[in-house]
């Protein structure tokens, strides 16, 4: 017969016939099983897109007429939710073996049951690897002799549907090669579930057979398989060699109701009026300043940087700046520091190296430095007493100006020590008079989390009237 | 904060990692649908949590994958859907992501992948900085295959290349890697947020879902059919297609920045990411002195800028490439160079040169 007169002419790829499976190879019937279902529910098959790893059963996507995509080895899954992310309108179907799919894909396999999204995955368990030769595969059953299990698989096998159904796919179901019309049934009810569907189907491999002594798997399944009606949790067991294998579906449900995580509302904070804070900017007249502002993780390190260099923008939105900050693995308890350039010329070298303000909330960097502080010698150095060492400071040149403030403490006794930071703010802010007033508080208000703006603006109050 | 309302010179303090998203909000434009598939790493979890909620807001797609490896499959099959489809992670899992970017490549998939680099090898230092990965980015994966790679040296410069790669991504319908590091994926530094044309979708690429009915495969396949033919004549006419796509078109796509007059140079220091920056500064500071210095800074660090290197080169010219790794780039000066001198400035990671210490080498030399 001429190819094109063939009933499924439309969905194949007559360019590249033949295929090159076993003659005997029984993946051809899923194929055909596939083709049958797409033309029986009327789909568009523009809108198909099939994505296969690789093996023998992953080649079926180059033989399908649609759009596909013959990914990497265990990678369909991943590849195919990548389509589907894209183009949502999409029936997007993963065509693989039991080892891309449940062995090297495994992690694959169990996230898209989470992540819920509606894709297709049809795996052809032939109980291991074919293409190779037939190594032993996740779901090889004891005792099965392979090229890597001579003398017997000693390994216990994967239950695909037990792992799908507690991976939480919303359709579940088994068939086989030889029973074409169970399995076009499967596939349609699969099409038509709008979560995550996962349908194995046993296909007998003549490798697996010769090595096994088996005469026909394809005869053993039409002898041993049951379609059931309703299955139980006794259904789920099968292998090549049990008594019973039971086909049907284990589970078809609805895909529960959860908001899809790209296209979720932002949930808005219920956060009072955040208070107005009017300021004027102005040329600051700054050339070039280093900030730092140095302590231990958890005092608001970072936080108090981010104030300065918007408080700094606030007042000159000319200038140019460059915020770094450095601390270790651990977010809380380790040394942390903000290194902030001001620069009326583009900032190059963002560290600081000589600053012209520190800014010590404890002594931690010091130390780990050996107990020397850093700091321009006509420079200004403002310490909260409550937790720095007063000592460190026993060796600055007498051109350095100090100033001390026990920011922690009036902190705790007033407020929260989580606003030490802009305590000693609102005492740097009157000390150094380097930005503005308002155009610091302005940046306060920004950078709060909502609801404790009102209490970092008293904080900043109490630092400056000190 | 991600849309400029009050004016012009209204500029927004945001990071290198956050400007990754705003690069590809402005490619987008509200006219192309962004995928972005990624798995949380130090330090580049940032551009996640920011494209978790600032992508929905443009028509894209935030999804947080099982692993690496999904990442990079996902956006290949978004990329070769329509979408601008791009990743970001670090080192360690850029070796994960090493087999897809080769497949990508081998589809002709427009992918962006953005490798915020730390001190490495293996685990290394997640929360310091390390150029370590820039041969990785050229060689890493199996097989020869094209590779465009940028390297931004600021915030700003980080939203233009996020940009430019997903442009260059779709001319030549391929995997573009941009590499920040951890400084500039962590500086904070104000900008003003452009207003740039939506980059329109390669008209000669074809798209799922458009009717075209194509096959990709990994294997080696025909060039026009795109179906697997395995043999030596395939072989050779369709890895030398996809080499040539960026071979012939490398003085498009190569971009660096001088300062200082290479013509003169006795020393032209050569750098990338954030050293630049010290290199810079260092060069600032000596700029009366009359001293024969200058600066390459190189923005596309893959394909190297062969013919630029070659017309610099002359004797008694010391070609100093200063980089956080130990002398990756610096290789690659050295195949090259033929009449000159190649010396390298290199730290292992963790930080980059002060100027000091650049002046300090630089006084060595001359
Ligand atoms: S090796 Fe087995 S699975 Fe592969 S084509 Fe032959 S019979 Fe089919």
Redesign the interface.
């Known amino acids: 017969m001429d190819i094109s007169q063939h009933p499924y002419a439309e969905l194949l790829?007559k360019?590249?016939m033949p295929n090159i499976w076993c003659s005997g190879c029984r993946i051809g019937r899923i194929k055909n099983a596939f083709i049958e279902a797409v033309q029986h529910q009327g789909y568009n098959?523009?809108?198909c897109?099939v994505?296969s790893g690789i093996g023998c059963s992953s080649r079926i996507?180059?033989y399908l007429?649609?759009?596909?995509?013959?990914?990497?080895h265990g990678?369909a899954?991943?590849?195919?939710?990548?389509?589907k992310?894209?183009?949502p309108?999409?029936m997007v179907t993963v065509m693989g073996g039991d080892g891309d799919i449940l062995g090297i894909g495994g992690?694959?396999f169990?996230?898209l049951g989470r992540?819920g999204k509606d894709l297709n995955i049809i795996c052809m368990n032939n109980y291991g690897y074919s293409m190779t030769g037939f190594q032993h595969g996740p779901t090889t059953p004891f005792g099965a002799k392979t090229v890597t299990t001579s003398g017997g698989n000693p390994y216990a096998p994967l239950n695909p549907i037990a792992v799908a159904l507690a991976a939480g796919y919303t359709f579940v179901a088994r068939s086989t090669s030889s029973h074409p019309y169970h399995l076009v049934d499967c596939l349609v009810s699969a099409m038509n579930n709008k979560g995550p569907s996962f349908i194995e189907v046993l296909v007998p491999c003549m490798l697996f057979e010769r090595r096994n002594k088996i005469k026909s798997l394809d005869a053993l399944f039409l002898e041993k398989a049951t379609i059931k009606e309703t299955l139980s949790q006794a259904d789920i067991h099968q292998n090549a060699f049990s008594e019973e294998i039971s086909l049907g579906v284990f589970r078809d449900s609805q895909i529960p109701d959860r908001p899809a995580?790209?296209?979720?509302k932002?949930v808005k904070k219920k956060a009072g009026k955040k208070p107005r804070v009017t300021f004027k900017s102005k040329d600051s007249g700054i050339d070039y300043m280093q900030i730092r502002m140095e302590g231990t993780g958890g005092q608001g390190i970072v936080q108090g940087g981010?104030t300065m260099?918007?408080a700094a923008?606030n007042m000159d939105?000319k200038l140019?700046?460059?915020?770094?900050?450095r601390?270790?693995?651990e977010m809380k308890g380790g040394s942390c520091l903000t290194d902030i350039v001001l620069s009326s010329q583009p900032?190059?070298?963002?560290?600081v190296?000589i600053p012209d303000l520190l800014i010590m909330m404890s002594g931690l960097i010091t130390k780990e430095r050996g107990g020397k502080v850093i700091v321009n010698e006509n420079g200004t150095v403002v310490i909260d007493e409550s937790t720095v060492d007063l000592s460190l400071l026993d060796d600055l040149a007498d051109t350095v100006k100090i100033f001390k403030v026990p920011a922690t403490q009036i902190a705790r006794e007033n407020f929260r020590v989580v606003v030490a930071n802009n305590v000693m703010m609102g005492f740097v802010c009157k000390t150094t008079s380097i930005i503005d007033k308002n155009c610091i508080k302005a940046a306060i208000v920004k950078s709060a989390p909502p609801g404790t703006e009102e209490m970092n603006l008293a904080a900043f109050e109490k630092g400056y009237e000190l | 904060m991600t849309k400029d309302k009050k004016g012009d010179?209204?500029?927004v303090?945001i990071t290198g990692n956050d400007a990754v998203v705003e690069g590809l909000c402005c490619a987008a434009g509200n006219k192309r649908?962004i995928?972005y598939?990624g798995y949380p790493i130090t330090p580049a979890s940032e551009i996640a949590t920011r494209a978790?909620?600032v992508?929905?807001k443009h028509g894209?797609?935030?999804?947080?994958?099982?692993?690496e490896?999904?990442?990079i499959?996902?956006?290949?099959?978004?990329?070769?859907?329509?979408?601008i489809?791009v990743t970001a992670t670090s080192g360690p899992g850029m070796s994960l992501m090493s087999?897809?970017l080769g497949?990508a490549a081998m589809?002709e998939s427009p992918i962006i992948c953005v490798n915020v680099q730390r001190g490495a090898p293996s685990t290394g230092m997640?929360?310091w900085m390390g150029q370590g990965d820039m041969m990785q980015a050229r060689w890493g994966t199996h097989g020869d295959r094209p590779v465009i790679v940028l390297v931004p040296n600021s915030v700003e410069e980080t939203l233009l290349l996020t940009y430019e790669a997903c442009k260059l991504s779709q001319e030549y319908l391929n995997p573009v890697t941009l590499m920040l590091d951890e400084?500039i994926g962590?500086?904070?530094?104000?900008i003003s947020i452009p207003k740039l044309p939506p980059i329109p979708v390669n008209p000669d690429s074809q798209i799922?879902?458009?009717?075209?009915?194509?096959?990709?495969?990994?294997?080696t396949h025909d060039l026009e059919?795109c179906?697997?033919s395995i043999n030596p004549e395939t072989q050779e006419k369709l890895v030398r297609k996809l080499l040539d796509k960026v071979k012939k078109n490398a003085d498009k796509i190569i971009k660096y920045e001088t300062y200082g007059s290479l013509s003169e140079a006795k020393v032209i220091i050569v750098c990338y990411g954030?050293e630049s920056?010290?290199v810079?500064?260092a060069l600032?500071q000596i700029s009366g002195k009359k001293m024969k210095v200058a600066m390459l800074r190189l923005i596309t660090a893959w394909p190297t800028p062969k013919d630029l290197i070659c017309k610099l080169d002359k004797k008694d010219r010391i070609f100093l490439v200063a980089e956080i790794n130990d002398g990756q780039i610096k290789i690659e000066f050295e195949r090259y160079i033929k009449k000159g001198d190649v010396e390298g400035l290199n730290l292992m990671g963790g930080r980059i040169h002060?100027?000091?210490e650049i002046l300090e080498a630089v006084e060595r030399l001359i």
């Open positions: 790829r360019e590249m098959p523009d809108k897109a994505v996507a180059g007429n649609l759009d596909g995509i013959h990914s990497t990678r899954i991943p590849t195919a939710l990548g389509v992310l894209a183009d309108e999409l992690n694959h169990l996230a992540h995580p790209a296209f979720a932002a981010k260099i918007n923008m939105p140019n700046s460059t915020l770094i900050k601390y270790g693995p900032v190059d070298y963002p560290f190296e | 010179n209204k500029r303090l649908r995928v598939a978790s909620v992508l929905a894209g797609t935030f999804i947080q994958m099982e692993d490896i999904a990442s499959q996902a956006i290949s099959g978004a990329g070769l859907a329509g979408a489809a087999e897809g497949f589809i997640p929360t400084i962590h500086m904070e530094e104000p799922i879902g458009n009717g075209h009915r194509f096959h990709r495969t990994g294997l059919s179906l697997p954030s920056r010290s810079k500064a600032k002060t100027p000091g």
